[in-house]
């Protein structure tokens, strides 16, 4: 691994299912997060994490949630995915939230 | 809660011109970071520079440099020589939590 991997890279899912959307880094940075890209708009922050074994809340955190047990992994799950949860997912790392951000190259999540 | 406002949500170039694409920010941190990033249609997202709240001077990568006006509250990107492969996504995020709407820029032959 070099650099932040997401997977899948895209997904089709029925609404009410579950699904977890993975990341991980191998760059031992402290910080990773989760942002949500609707079509032709801009990034939202849906949850962070400053370091193993803490999480945040950011701009759109409903219907998700997320776990960092270890400084490599940053998973995102949805538990019951609704249609407006279609986008795509970027998932990113940083030393610190005050230093540039490496980001994964994304997973295309359509909830039908 | 931090804000950022980019104000123009196109902009067209000729090829080998400058552009300036603006970014303002309302925070009341006194230490923060600002970025941008390009963001081509294949969507990756791309780091272009940096400027902290603390330093002196302003950023410059190359091409890229930023008019960091701590006062005026903004940090706008300036692109010399635009060239075709600029055209994009850009985005100014304030610290790593908050992004503005973008600006997409197209340079022209």
């Known amino acids: 691994i070099a650099g932040i991997t997401q997977a899948p890279t895209s997904q089709i899912l029925a609404a009410g299912r579950r699904m977890t959307l993975r990341c991980t880094q191998d760059?031992?940075?402290?910080?990773m997060y989760w942002y949500r890209q609707d079509l032709g708009l801009g990034l939202r922050l849906i949850h962070y994490?400053?370091?193993?074994?803490?999480?945040g809340k950011g701009e759109v955190p409903d219907g998700y949630s997320v776990s960092r047990a270890n400084t490599d992994d940053f998973p995102l799950t949805l538990a019951s995915a609704v249609p407006s949860q279609t986008s795509v997912y970027f998932c990113?790392?940083?030393?610190?939230?005050?230093?540039?951000?490496?980001f994964g190259p994304g997973t295309r999540l359509t909830v039908l | 809660a931090q804000k950022i406002t980019q104000t123009q949500p196109g902009m067209f170039v000729q090829e080998k011109e400058a552009v300036t694409l603006d970014c303002t920010y309302d925070?009341?941190?006194?230490?923060?970071?600002l970025f941008w990033y390009k963001q081509p249609s294949s969507g990756e997202m791309i780091f272009l520079i940096y400027?902290?709240?603390?330093?002196?001077q302003n950023a410059t990568e190359g091409r890229y440099s930023l008019n960091f006006q701590k006062a005026r509250k903004s940090a706008n990107l300036v692109i010399s020589a635009s060239q075709l492969g600029d055209s994009a996504m850009y985005f100014c995020?304030?610290?790593?939590?908050?992004f503005g709407s973008g600006t997409r820029l197209q340079v022209q032959p």
């Open positions: 994490s400053n370091t193993a074994g803490t999480t």
């Open positions: 995020p304030w610290r790593a939590l908050t």
């Open positions: 990113a790392s940083s030393a610190e939230d005050t230093a540039e951000q490496f």
């Open positions: 760059m031992r940075h402290n910080a």
């Open positions: 925070t009341s941190d006194q230490s923060y970071g």
């Open positions: 400027q902290g709240s603390y330093d002196e």
